[in-house]
């Protein structure tokens, strides 16, 4: 991956109340990209969903959380998978007491806003790793001098 594939400044957008995540999220970083994208978030949601994949067993463990939680952060990339857009997201939550739960982040409804900043990158597509049971990105070097 060279440099060149980098914006050198991030790309802003927001989702507002009632958008669902993942799907509107990525939604979004198409429309806002047309390409791969590295993301950051802020805002907060309602009624969680996160995961924890268990590597033994090959699947997602879920996590619901109930009510209004704080996206303290949101990060994640868009990639293809299969050629489609694929969103892989992971997210710190707060409750109101200040404790905190994360994860690979499932479902979510944005309960305020989410801000968030997009970096368009070109990102290669996903392979089926079986030893893991993921799809995921292949070893590449960061950046080619």
Partial sequence: MSADNWTPAPQFSTLQRGARLPEDLLSEVVRCTKNGAVLFA???VEDPV????RREDKHYEETELKGVWEVVSLLGNVTRKEGQPFLHAHATLSDAG????????VRATVAVTLEIAL??????????????GLFLVPPQPLLEQ
């Avoid at 996160?50 to 994949?53: F, G, N, P, T």
Wanted: no cysteine; aromatic share 14%; net charge negative.
């Fill in 50 to 53: 996160v995961a924890y994949y």
């Fill in 42 to 44: 802020i805002g907060a």
């Fill in 119 to 132: 970096w368009h990158s070109a990102i290669p597509d996903r392979s089926f790793d079986a030893d893991i």
């Fill in 98 to 105: 200040g404790h905190t739960r994360g994860g690979h982040l």
